[in-house]
């Protein structure tokens, strides 16, 4: 077969299968990815008999990393060309593609607004040459109009002139995003990036400065996201407290969030990633009070004990941390609170431990994460000394997990009686305005709950986050 028919043939089979890990940041990653590519007349197929299988990846820690690369070797196995792309891929470029020859190319974020032609080159045999990964922190201007010149590529603020109506909101700014899923609740990116130097942290590295998107495209892209059956939108960032400070507003959420509220279609508003030291009382009292946003306060704690919270570059501690929990109950009793903590820390003592334990106990927290800390490298806190024992983590997590499960199966218990507002996700399930989508339990309902509308019911029992409730009769 000559060249040319091989690119005829490589052409007619332009199909793509995309997989996405990690969190749901990536999720909008994966959307953008999927409009790009569809606009480049590529189809985007999962019935297993794609020519390209394209991986979003999660590069966080070990685990999220081991769970990409096996993602990449199984998908090798189908015979398709494959692709590496987001957070693993950036983070070590062309060592990874090196060390990984399974995959036909290693994408960097800057390759994402030209993917249809990377993705060409990989069906055609051309080839890609992978990048040498940089501190992204250091590549792009400080201000918003200098940014907007850049060659730097920030995944989920691309925006394209001319695109089919279904893959990019239909008028305004041209927000490239397909849906991928097609339930009633999305996440939608009000930025990416971070400014924080916490020591324990790579994502700014390979993630980049903060770089907050204009309200006029958050709000565009609510109303494409109603016009495609949505109901609740999860605003997701590295740190949404943080949102608007490079655009010259620190208070821009405040202002934002009942706009986006009023969106017709829109019944819920739910912010993800608060920052406890950043949370500013009229955020905070946004968020308790305004209708249609849920009273949910996402708060990364990370720990509780203030000495090893300054080592970790973060600020806070019990007695602080609790006066903030009991602001938020003054405004919203029945509001919802999740956090994650990092366990085994370098230097993290016995005492330390048992300050974490003690305000857990009083935090009355709806959902508790709680994980093993490990090196990462490229990160201040892997040269620490006072590194904690792998056995000695182990056993902590252990422990604080099981009284984690015990404290919020008591605090699930504490809502029953109360009535909820469920957005109905599948035929007899949903979630409650103090859960998140998959992280935070479910409410079962006992009754008529039409998917994609939002009923009030009453809970009658709990099972650990889970709770079962009644409908109440309309």
Same mark, same amino acid.
């Not at 030291?277 to 009229?282: K, T």
């Not at 405004?331 to 857990?360: H, K, M, W």
């Not at 994980?371 to 006072?386: K, V």
């Given at each position: 077969?000559?060249?040319?028919? @091989?690119?005829?043939?490589?052409?007619?089979?332009?199909?793509?299968?995309?997989?996405?890990?990690?969190?749901?940041?990536?999720?909008?990653?994966?959307?953008?990815?999927?409009?790009?590519?569809?606009?480049?007349?590529?189809?985007?197929?999962?019935?297993?008999?794609?020519?390209?299988?394209? !991986? #979003?990846?999660?590069?966080?820690?070990?685990?999220?990393?081991?769970?990409?690369?096996?993602?990449?070797?199984?998908?090798?196995?189908?015979?398709?060309?494959?692709?590496?792309?987001?957070?693993?891929?950036?983070?070590?470029?062309?060592?990874?593609?090196?060390?990984?020859?399974?995959?036909?190319?290693?994408?960097?974020?800057?390759?994402?607004?030209?993917?249809?032609?990377?993705?060409?080159?990989?069906?055609?045999?051309?080839? %890609?040459?992978? %990048?040498?990964?940089?501190?992204?922190?250091?590549?792009?201007?400080?201000?918003?109009?200098?940014?907007?010149?850049?060659?730097? %590529?920030?995944?989920?603020?691309?925006?394209?002139?001319?695109?089919?109506?279904?893959?990019?909101?239909?008028?305004?700014?041209? !927000?490239?995003?397909?849906?991928?899923?097609?339930?009633?609740?999305?996440?939608?990116?009000?930025?990416?990036?971070?400014?924080?130097?916490?020591?324990?942290?790579?994502?700014?590295?390979?993630?980049?400065?903060?770089?907050?998107?204009?309200?006029?495209?958050?709000?565009?892209?609510?109303?494409?996201?109603?016009?495609?059956?949505?109901?609740?939108?999860?605003? !997701?960032?590295? #740190?949404?407290?943080?949102?608007?400070?490079?655009?010259?507003?620190?208070?821009?959420?405040?202002?934002?969030?009942?706009?986006?509220?009023?969106?017709?279609?829109?019944?819920?508003?739910?912010?993800?990633?608060?920052?406890?030291?950043?949370?500013?009382?009229?955020?905070?009292?946004?968020?308790?009070?305004?209708?249609?946003?849920?009273?949910?306060?996402?708060?990364?704690?990370? %720990?509780?004990?203030?000495?090893?919270?300054?080592?970790?570059?973060?600020?806070?501690?019990?007695?602080?941390?609790?006066?903030?929990?009991?602001?938020?109950?003054?405004?919203?009793?029945?509001?919802?609170?999740?956090?994650?903590?990092?366990?085994?820390?370098?230097?993290?003592?016995?005492?330390?431990?048992?300050?974490?334990?003690?305000?857990?106990?009083?935090?009355?927290?709806?959902?508790?994460?709680?994980?093993?800390?490990?090196?990462?490298?490229?990160?201040?806190?892997?040269?620490?000394?006072?590194?904690?024992?792998?056995?000695?983590?182990?056993?902590?997590?252990?422990?604080?997990?099981?009284?984690?499960?015990?404290?919020?199966?008591?605090?699930?218990?504490?809502?029953?009686?109360?009535?909820?507002?469920?957005?109905?996700?599948?035929?007899?399930?949903?979630?409650?305005?103090? @859960?998140?989508?998959?992280?935070?339990? !479910?409410?079962?309902?006992?009754?008529?709950?039409?998917?994609?509308?939002?009923?009030?019911?009453?809970?009658?029992?709990?099972?650990?986050?889970?709770?079962?409730?009644?409908?109440?009769?309309?």
């Amino acid at each position: 077969m000559s060249t040319a028919d @091989q690119s005829a043939t490589s052409a007619d089979r332009r199909s793509v299968s995309l997989v996405t890990l990690g969190c749901a940041r990536n999720e909008v990653d994966s959307e953008e990815l999927a409009a790009r590519l569809e606009s480049a007349g590529w189809t985007l197929d999962d019935s297993g008999d794609a020519s390209v299988v394209l !991986v #979003n990846t999660c590069g966080f820690i070990d685990a999220a990393k081991k769970d990409s690369i096996d993602t990449l070797l199984a998908a090798s196995d189908s015979g398709a060309k494959v692709v590496a792309a987001g957070c693993l891929a950036e983070r070590y470029g062309a060592e990874l593609a090196e060390s990984l020859p399974e995959a036909d190319a290693v994408l960097s974020f800057d390759d994402y607004a030209a993917i249809g032609e990377r993705l060409d080159d990989v069906l055609t045999g051309r080839g %890609h040459r992978s %990048h040498k990964p940089q501190d992204r922190r250091k590549l792009l201007p400080l201000t918003p109009t200098e940014r907007s010149g850049t060659h730097v %590529h920030v995944p989920g603020h691309g925006s394209a002139p001319d695109l089919p109506e279904g893959v990019a909101p239909a008028s305004g700014p041209r !927000v490239l995003r397909r849906r991928l899923g097609g339930g009633p609740a999305a996440p939608l990116k009000l930025a990416s990036g971070c400014d924080r130097r916490c020591t324990f942290c790579a994502i700014p590295a390979f993630r980049g400065a903060y770089v907050s998107r204009r309200p006029t495209e958050v709000l565009e892209e609510a109303r494409w996201l109603a016009d495609q059956g949505v109901r609740e939108i999860i605003l !997701v960032s590295e #740190n949404s407290t943080s949102y608007g400070k490079d655009l010259g507003d620190l208070r821009l959420l405040e202002t934002l969030l009942p706009e986006l509220a009023a969106v017709e279609g829109i019944e819920r508003v739910r912010v993800s990633y608060l920052q406890p030291a950043e949370l500013r009382p009229g955020l905070l009292e946004t968020i308790a009070t305004t209708p249609g946003v849920a009273p949910y306060f996402d708060l990364s704690f990370q %720990h509780a004990s203030g000495p090893l919270l300054r080592r970790m570059r973060r600020f806070g501690d019990t007695e602080r941390f609790l006066g903030l929990l009991e602001r938020v109950r003054e405004l919203a009793p029945e509001a919802g609170v999740r956090s994650n903590f990092i366990v085994g820390f370098p230097g993290e003592t016995e005492e330390d431990v048992d300050e974490l334990a003690r305000f857990l106990t009083a935090a009355r927290l709806d959902v508790i994460g709680v994980f093993g800390y490990s090196d990462e490298e490229g990160t201040e806190a892997a040269g620490f000394t006072g590194k904690v024992d792998d056995e000695e983590v182990a056993a902590r997590v252990a422990d604080l997990s099981v009284l984690a499960e015990e404290l919020t199966a008591q605090r699930a218990e504490e809502r029953l009686g109360q009535t909820v507002e469920v957005l109905v996700e599948e035929p007899g399930e949903g979630r409650a305005a103090h @859960q998140a989508p998959e992280i935070d339990g !479910v409410v079962t309902l006992k009754g008529d709950a039409p998917v994609g509308e939002i009923v009030r019911a009453r809970v009658v029992e709990a099972m650990g986050v889970d709770l079962l409730a009644v409908v109440d009769e309309r």
